[in-house]
């Protein structure tokens, strides 16, 4: 993948992530784009009015069988764990065959940490940092009340 389509798709989640920007609930809107073994986008979504169901699991379930050894640009850490129970969005990503994924930032809730740390060690190629700066304002609001409920 080259600098420049990497750069391009997560403009592009970051500017889906800003769809529902604040209609989420306690959750962050989340912007997901899968690209194709190819290179070709093959799934998008957004974070659900109210939080529900996530980026990844929209983005994922448009993509279905041809997400396998392609590419995941997600804006915030995908989940290590869910709140209620069903498969994370890290989990849902490794079982879909996801050979790498492009993160903006990392999550400090503590049900999403840890999200990229379970990637790699299935084997999935990690990158984080890019669209950083933007994701960092887009989810301010969001870390302040993470911090907060972990003081």
């Known amino acids: 993948m080259s600098k420049r389509r990497d750069r391009r798709m997560m403009g592009r989640a970051l500017g889906l992530a800003r769809l529902n920007h ?19 986008i093959v799934g998008d979504g957004v974070t659900g009015l109210g939080g529900r169901p996530h980026a990844e699991e929209i983005a994922l379930d448009e993509a279905g069988a041809r997400a396998v050894g392609g590419t995941a640009y997600v ?15 890290s989990t849902k990503l490794k079982d879909a065959g996801i050979a790498r994924v492009v993160c903006a930032i990392s999550d400090p809730h503590p049900l999403a940490e840890g999200g990229i740390t379970a990637l790699r060690q299935a084997g999935i190629r990690v990158e984080i ?23």
């Open 22 to 40: 604040g209609l989420t609930g306690p959750n962050p809107s989340v912007g997901c784009v899968i690209l194709d073994v190819d290179g070709h």
């Open 75 to 89: 804006t915030l850490e995908p989940c290590r764990e869910r709140s209620s129970g069903s498969p994370s969005c």
């Open 129 to 151: 940092g890019l669209g950083e700066r933007v994701a960092a304002r887009l989810y301010r609001g969001f870390f302040q009340t993470v911090h907060a409920a972990k003081a």
